[in-house]
């Protein structure tokens, strides 16, 4: 099994060198035929790689797909180089290869076997790493596929042995093994339905349509497809690109040429469904496949915390100059001086060491030692600890059950590990709307029909703005409020709330006068029967009965036509079937009649577009009348009436601006009759236009279905509501409270976004709104100039009126849109307008592009030079993700692009607070104290080995054994930091979440400041200092026992180590605030380790150890009572200025969380609850959004100055 | 499906555990006034009788430090040390006088004590063999051992500088006329002498080399016997360090005096160190040491006065434990 696997393994790597990565590869003369045509790509069906008599077909790459970083061959040396790219690896990579010198002051392992380590855990890491994207590779790899071989014959073959060209079966829920051209489905008509959940997180089904006109022999399913044996066509399409929603191209066949369209490309890595099988040829394979195409390495991002350790290690590279170049010259001036007359080093006879006819060179000599010697000083795994405790870190993140969402099951994910800490330094987040505030589901809640408003359920944002009256009331009576009882009023105000209602998913309508065929009563019931009917047939979506309920459900491409299918339904117009050229609807036409099936035949659908925003479709109902139901964006549509098809425009125009109001997505519903000319005649045009090919076709298409989508008769307006994710209002609120920024970056219309805005209490009323648009006219008209100079004297006044601000609270919202950024955003405007920006409450862009999303993070980032955190769930985040100095993820409905390019993902936006407040607060302090530790540490065992040095005549000896250097930092002193690193916790979880303030020593970057960081370094000098001095003046020059021995330099060097290990140990001991077991048995076994270590050492045989240390603790050491009261005494010593320092600041200067750590020791929390809670009130950054702010603002208008208990009833629940 | 769905969404579902949760059971001190004034105030009360007990230890230990080399230098020859030191024909034989101070009762350890002698030189240090001097068979091991390796006649046993240099002066001592035995047996380490410098590894060379450093070695000994080369190649950490010449074993009464008759062969004139003759009691401090205890008592004392500031603070200006007045944002109001 194993050896099958190496087997494999070795194959699959081969393979890889050969055939991955190299792009196809066209012949000339294909090249050739390629002009001729339009399209580059050729491919002949059903004659894979067979050499046609006139040209070769094209070599295409395999379908063999790697995602691996390295190959077997290329691994070691593209990770080493990568390992070693690291300065302080460098550094220690030459130092090892020196020690096999004379320069070196030691042996060979004791540079060697740290060095080792270190690199080969992070060898290993990357392996292990490799591996798993080898193994996840080879699984899809190893996939098995039904190719057609020959005579309708069909053989399993693994997907990498796929070519294009082939014919392929694939059955119902197979995954496709490369890109496809549907040649014909179990379906007569050609139609399957395909789950692309793997490439862009959709779940719902997509329709593909083979060629219809192709007239290919009914397929059976029993695999065996005889039609195809002499099935021989060619197809000439586009070359390989990563947009997953274009293809074009031809196929000839017959003498014929069909044009090729998306609809017909099945896409590798989505599945098959609701289809029995399909037959395809293949198109593109392996790395030509557009999900192959599309998939890009998430960056490498690195914290500010990272950055700074940088410095730090540089400035140690500097000290370790220093120090080298005090010794090389304390060496050559020895040499010159002194050493001559020290006639036991025989010193007339050059050595390695030195010549003294040569000072300078043998200074420079000593250079070299010396840099080596005092490498210590640079913390050899100082690297790999960090990686392995944000490995750890990022464990804790992905298993946090309060993070881990119950409805989807997904947990949350750190996907990079690197950026733990960063998570606890944020200052602005820039966040998508929808998917990620909003969750992308649709409820149906008001329509319009014939200009009269329909619906009573209030929206989200009514019933805020009803909550905030009722809280403003109740805090005027002084009386304690609480959610519970707002919710009684909003109830109470409304009146009718039925629950059961609202059980019903994307349907929240509530009017009698439509439901249950109340309809038929109202005076313009033709109308409302025909808005009805195009809410049931004018979409792209497809019903699926669930196998469990047999209920029916749609799967629809926006979640707003599912809404309006469920709408459609609840009203009595059900859609239940649609085949390739029809749509079925059960019309209940009559109260207490059973439901007709209605049959509308399609005869075209124009599709919606983000460009066009409406859609159409043609049809011809039972009685043969041609119809166009069309639906769209108001403007869009209110354009397009006939000049007596207005006759509700201004009352629907009334309604809408209501709902806008309310913060609902509006859509406007027309139709059209038509003609049976008419329509031939433009059908025959568009049809030719269709199947066209050439660049121009998609204008020509454009342009045919603008002529027809004219003339139209207005029927009425819906409003859906796009509800807010679970928590989010009160998530914002939250990191609002802990002094974040927020910004919403949308491609929804301004309105939308304003309303949103207003649900997430990111505006609200009061707050001047600074709209910075231009208007159409002038972009089309004027000349840039103008434009750029306009834009800039709006920028002007706004800043000019948030300076002059009469009354303290003021707040400021800034809201521009894409057009108007393009220009904000060039280069000699862009401060300007960051400047307003980061002056103003809230900011929201909306009708931005993905790019711009993008250029905005950049701006903030490089502007404002504070961390930026990107949070998006859909592919128009991505580029907004991977600028963010952290990008987040939402695991959501959109799909997985954004969560592929993240570093960490959540399933949804409110559990951001958590991830930043509680995870990001705790990494941040614990890796801040583990680096600074870690530089005490190395520090303290260093500078000792320079103050020996200089007793030494600076020759470069040192008084530890090898050894003891080697483990120091591998072994003897790791652990403890490892376990601080992962566990320790200056406040507990509900703390931090209760007084949001603390967030703020992490923007502040309050314990990872030059001050703490030269505080620590100080703190090591002074601990080697002290360790060597008190050390040398206990045990020299008399004798240290009773016995009468004297201790020889290397009992010297045992006794001072061991004063190390006892230091450094107690000093992270009075580090840790939280101490777990695992802290404590590190701390306490460290030092119970080195005890036994320097014993077996000893007693070792005298050939291993060198003799120095031989018998030395049993023998030597440990009779000697002064050996234990030096090592007590230098311990206390060394940490008593530490320990001074913390007791003073303690008492006289606490920190907040000293100070809520002594709360929650003396159980404060529990018996003083009053104060305990005007205390997380206060424990507040000043914010002008979120809902808190709204409640100050409200109180204020009352005349009240403080926040009272009132807003804890949004803050604490 | 839904039941498989549901499994799977289980199997995503993070375990619960104490250690991923984080909510393992902690101790977290926090350091109260209690606190801090008692860790002070025990410190000081640890360390001002431990450094009372050191300081009377070392009070407690004789010590008679006789500085010889340049009293041992014939005053003709003054501004020529070196010729004295190395003309094989020069009366090296130089007596002193020592008064004991108070009474030292045996066992008396005699040091010699070598002031600028850098025997941790990395060049010295690593000029030895340490397998030559364990086995007979490893003689010709004398690589590390530069310059001082061998020469025509074979390896020098033991080569190196560190045995090459071996110090040569010798101490005799007299009580009026009747010598002192002195205990040379036991002053290296018994790890030493077993295992470290072999029972049949006998001195080979030595000594014969074109430059003779210091003293020569018996040839029929074998160099597990040969103590005074042990604890010799016990190289010292400082470039002053005392090692141990011999014991003795009876005691030395107040104001007695003590003849020492030297044998002064050990060249440390020539790059100006110095050279002293020791004798010492010890207990179980060791020697003479008042540093240890007086560093003992000052940081009592420093501990002690830290304590005392920490409660009149306390006292003058208390800060009430979980006084939420001292929260930042509380503070920051207080600013404003």
């Known amino acids: ?1213 | 499906m839904d039941a498989s769905t549901r499994t799977k969404s289980r199997s995503k579902k993070p375990q619960y555990s104490r250690f991923t949760q984080q909510e393992l059971p902690a101790w977290k001190p926090i350091l109260t006034p209690k606190w801090i004034i008692t860790s002070f105030v025990i410190i000081a009360i640890l360390f001002t009788p431990t450094g009372l007990l050191c300081l009377w230890a070392s009070e407690r230990v004789v010590e008679i430090i006789d500085r010889y080399d340049d009293d041992c230098l014939p005053d003709s020859y003054s501004t020529d040390p070196d010729s004295f030191i190395q003309s094989n024909n020069t009366n090296k034989t130089c007596v002193r006088t020592l008064k004991v101070p108070r009474k030292m009762s045996a066992p008396i350890f005699i040091y010699y004590q070598l002031d600028n002698f850098y025997q941790n030189h990395r060049r010295y240090v690593k000029s030895r063999s340490d397998k030559q001097l364990r086995d007979p068979d490893e003689a010709d091991e004398t690589e590390d051992c530069k310059p001082i390796n061998g020469n025509d006649d074979g390896p020098i046993v033991p080569c190196g500088l560190v045995a090459w240099s071996l110090f040569n002066d010798t101490y005799k001592f007299f009580k009026g006329n009747k010598a002192i035995d002195i205990d040379k047996k036991d002053i290296a380490w018994e790890s030493d002498k077993k295992y470290k410098f072999g029972s049949n590894v006998y001195p080979k060379n030595f000594q014969k080399w074109e430059l003779i450093g210091g003293g020569a070695l018996d040839e029929s000994k074998p160099l597990s016997e040969q103590e005074d080369l042990i604890v010799w190649m016990k190289t010292a950490a400082l470039p002053t360090f005392r090692k141990l010449y011999g014991k003795i074993n009876t005691d030395l009464e107040a104001n007695e005096t003590i003849t020492v008759v030297i044998q002064n062969n050990y060249n440390t004139y020539v790059f100006g160190g110095e050279k002293k003759v020791a004798l010492s009691t010890a207990n179980w401090i060791g020697g003479k040491n008042d540093f240890f205890g007086i560093s003992f008592l000052t940081i009592g004392g420093v501990c002690f006065f830290v304590a005392i500031n920490f409660i009149l603070l306390y006292v003058l200006k208390p800060r009430p434990l979980g006084d939420p007045s001292y929260l930042s944002w509380n503070r920051n109001q207080g600013a404003q």
């Open chain 1, 1 to 1213: 099994m194993a050896k099958g696997i190496t087997a494999k393994l070795l194959r699959s790597s081969l393979y890889t060198l050969t055939n991955i990565r190299t792009k196809p590869s066209y012949k000339k003369e294909a090249a050739a035929t390629e002009e001729l045509s339009g399209y580059p790509r050729v491919i002949n069906i059903n004659q894979p790689a067979v050499p046609d008599d006139t040209q070769q077909p094209p070599i295409f790459c395999t379908n063999y797909v790697s995602t691996t970083k390295y190959t077997l061959f290329n691994f070691l040396p593209i990770a080493l180089f990568e390992q070693f790219n690291r300065v302080a690896n460098f550094y220690f990579l030459v130092a090892a290869g020196l020690t096999f010198t004379d320069y070196a002051p030691f042996d060979w392992p004791s540079q060697v076997v740290p060095l080792a380590l270190v690199v080969g855990f992070s060898l290993a890491k990357e392996l292990y790493e490799d591996l798993q994207r080898h193994w996840q590779d080879m699984t899809a790899n190893c996939q098995k596929a039904a190719v057609h071989v020959k005579n309708g014959g069909f053989e399993t073959k693994q997907w990498r042995e796929v070519c294009v060209g082939d014919i392929v079966k694939v059955k119902k829920d197979e995954f496709f093994p490369a890109d496809l051209l549907l040649l014909q489905s179990s379906y007569e008509d050609g139609m399957s339905y395909v789950e692309t959940m793997n490439l862009d997180g959709e779940t719902n089904l997509k329709v593909k349509r083979a060629l219809q006109n192709l007239s290919l022999p009914a397929a059976v399913d029993d695999d065996k497809a005889s039609h195809f044996s002499d099935f021989l066509a060619t197809i000439r399409c586009e070359n390989p690109n990563s947009n997953l929603y274009t293809f074009t191209g031809n196929l000839e066949y017959n003498g014929h040429i069909y044009p090729l369209d998306p609809a017909q490309l099945l896409l590798r890595d989505s599945k098959l469904r609701n289809t029995e099988f399909v037959y395809g040829v293949v198109v593109f394979t392996g790395n030509d496949t557009k999900v192959m195409q599309n998939t890009t390495q998430s960056p490498s991002k690195r914290s500010e915390i990272e950055l700074q350790m940088d410095k730090i290690i540089y400035l140690l590279f500097g000290l370790l100059i220093f120090i080298s170049i005090v010794s090389a010259s304390g060496f050559g001036l020895a040499v010159r001086n002194t050493i001559r007359s020290w006639w036991y080093l025989v010193p007339e006879i050059p050595g390695e060491d030195f010549d003294i006819n040569n000072f300078v060179a043998s200074g420079l000599r000593h250079l070299v030692t010396a840099l080596m010697l005092y490498g210590y000083l640079v913390p050899i795994s100082l690297y790999v600890s960090i990686e392995a405790v944000k490995i750890l870190q990022a464990r804790f993140i992905n298993n946090d059950l309060h993070l881990y969402d119950e409805v989807t099951g997904v947990p949350a994910n750190a996907r990079t590990s690197n950026l733990n800490e960063q998570l606890g330094q944020v200052d602005t987040i820039l966040s998508d709307k929808t998917g990620t505030l909003t969750c992308n589901q649709m409820d149906f809640l008001k329509c319009s029909i014939a200009g009269c408003p329909y619906g009573k359920r209030p929206s989200e944002v009514e019933l805020a703005a009803a909550k905030q009256m009722a809280a403003q009331d109740e805090s005027s009576d002084g009386s304690l409020s609480d959610s519970s009882s707002l919710e009684a009023i909003t109830v109470t105000d409304d009146g009718n709330i039925n629950k059961k209602a609202s059980s019903i998913k994307g349907f929240s309508f509530q009017d009698d006068r439509l439901e249950h065929t109340n309809w038929l009563k109202e005076p313009n019931s033709d109308v409302i029967l025909l808005f009805f009917r195009i809410l049931a047939v004018c979409h792209s979506a497809i019903p699926e009965i669930s196998e469990k309920t047999g209920e029916l459900t749609y799967e629809a491409e926006s979640p707003d036509e599912g809404a309006f299918l469920v709408a459609a339904r609840e009203f009595g117009f059900q859609f239940i079937k649609r085949t390739q050229n029809s749509v079925v609807v059960k019309e209940r036409l009559k109260k207490d009649q059973e439901p007709v099936e209605k049959e509308y035949s399609i005869l075209t659908l124009l599709d919606f577009t983000s460009k066009r925003k409406r859609m159409s479709v043609i049809l011809r109902d039972e009685s043969g009348q041609l119809l166009m139901f069309c639906k769209g964006a108001d403007t869009i549509i209110f354009d397009r009436l006939a000049s007596n098809g207005k006759t509700y425009l201004e009352a629907t125009t009334k309604n809408l601006n209501d709902y806008g109001e309310a913060g609902l997505r509006t859509l406007a519903l027309a139709y059209k009759k038509l003609e049976e000319k008419e329509y031939s005649d433009w059908h025959e045009k568009f049809h030719n236009a269709q199947i066209s090919s050439g660049s121009n076709r998609e204008e020509l298409l454009e342009e045919l279905s603008d002529e027809m989508e004219r003339g139209l008769t207005l029927v009425g307006a819906t409003a859906v509501e796009d509800k807010l994710q679970n928590g989010v209002p009160e998530c914002i609120d939250r990191l609002a409270l802990a002094g974040l920024k927020i910004w919403v970056l949308t491609g929804d219309k301004m309105e939308t976004a304003i309303n949103i805005g207003f649900s997430c209490s990111l505006l609200r009323q009061g707050m001047k709104q600074l709209c910075i648009v231009v208007s159409a006219e002038m972009l089309a008209e004027a000349a840039k100039d103008v434009v750029k100079e306009n834009i800039l004297s709006q920028i002007t006044t706004s800043m000019q009126s948030i300076q002059n601000k009469k009354e303290p609270h003021a707040a400021f919202a800034l809201i521009i849109d894409g057009k108007t950024l393009t220009y904000a955003l060039e280069d000699d405007m862009k401060f300007k307008f960051l400047n307003l920006a980061v002056n103003c409450a809230s900011v929201i862009c909306c009708r931005v592009s993905p790019k711009q999303k993008a250029l905005v993070v950049r701006l903030v980032k490089e502007g404002t030079g504070r961390t930026t955190l990107g949070i998006g769930d859909g592919a128009n985040d991505v580029g907004m993700i991977k600028e963010a100095d952290i990008g987040i993820g939402i695991s959501g409905v959109e799909g997985m692009q954004a969560v592929m390019a993240s570093d960490f993902s959540i399933a949804q936006f409110r559990f951001l607070e958590r991830l930043l407040i509680v995870h990001g607060h705790w990494c941040y302090k614990r890796i801040s104290k583990m680096i600074c530790y870690f530089f005490y540490k190395n520090i303290t065992l260093a500078l000792t080995l320079f103050y020996f040095e200089a007793e030494t005549g600076f020759s470069g000896q040192m008084h530890y054994d090898d050894w003891y250097m080697l483990l120091y930092n591998v072994f003897l002193t790791s652990c403890p930091v490892l376990a601080l690193g992962v566990l320790e916790k200056d406040i507990c979880a509900e703390f931090c979440l209760q007084f949001p303030a603390l967030y703020q020593q992490g923007p502040k970057n309050l314990f990872f400041d030059w001050y703490r960081i030269i505080g620590w370094l100080a703190n090591g000098v002074y601990a080697s200092f002290v360790i060597y001095l008190v050390n040398i003046r206990i045990f020299s020059p008399e004798s240290f026992r009773k016995e009468g021995q004297t201790a020889d330099m290397y009992v010297i060097g045992t006794a001072m180590f061991t004063s190390i290990i006892w230091v450094v140990n107690v000093q992270i001991f009075l580090v840790s605030h939280y101490l777990t077991s695992v802290q404590l048995h590190t701390i306490w076994g460290s030092i119970v380790v080195w005890y036994l270590i320097v014993y077996i050492y000893g007693l070792m045989p005298v050939q291993w150890s060198a003799g120095n240390i031989y018998q030395q603790l049993p023998e030597v050491l440990g009779p000697a009572y002064k050996f234990y009261l030096s090592t007590v005494f230098v311990t206390i010593l060394c940490n008593l200025p530490y320990l001074i320092h913390i007791s003073y600041q303690r008492c006289y200067n606490p920190e907040d969380h000293h100070v809520l750590q002594e709360m929650k020791n003396m159980k404060k929390d529990v018996t003083d609850r009053k104060m305990w809670k005007r205390e997380q009130v206060k424990a507040t950054q000043e914010t002008e959004i979120g809902l808190s702010a709204r409640v100050d603002a409200r109180m204020r208008m009352k005349g009240k100055t403080t926040r009272k208990y009132s807003s804890l009833a949004y803050s604490s629940s």
